[in-house]
């Protein structure tokens, strides 16, 4: 199974990025899709869930409003839009894939994980 993400970069603060992450080595459509992010010192955190029909979504408290999550199963790739970007929003975003059916924001039962993608934000 491999999951690439890409389209991360520099950008100023009050900005956009989509990032995208595509997946191979397994049935995309089977899986819930996961954006997490770690900043340097920091543990690796939550950011946004979709469920396999992109019937549902789920977003962390920090980026609700700013971001979405969406995902095209005929190109094995799911996408994280980002507005407003701030500061703190700089990371290594990373996507993952999880089986089931219940959206999560835990690090843990995410079963594959992506390279993961810079995102710089300037202020």
């Known amino acids: 199974v491999q999951l690439q993400a890409c389209r991360g970069g520099l950008v100023q603060a009050g900005g956009s990025l989509r990032l995208s992450c595509a997946a191979s080595?397994?049935?995309?459509?089977?899986?819930?899709m996961g954006w997490f992010r770690q900043a340097p010192g920091k543990e690796r955190e939550f950011v946004a869930a979709i469920s396999r029909s992109a019937t549902n979504t789920y977003y962390a408290d920090s980026v609700k409003g700013r971001c979405t999550i969406s995902r095209e199963n005929a190109k094995n790739t799911v996408y994280l839009q980002m507005n407003s970007l701030k500061p703190e929003d700089a990371a290594v975003y990373y996507c993952a894939a999880k089986s089931g059916y219940r959206l999560a924001a835990e690090v843990k039962v995410y079963d594959y994980w992506g390279q993961g993608t810079q995102v710089t934000v300037s202020s």
């Open positions: 080595g397994l049935t995309f459509s089977n899986y819930i």
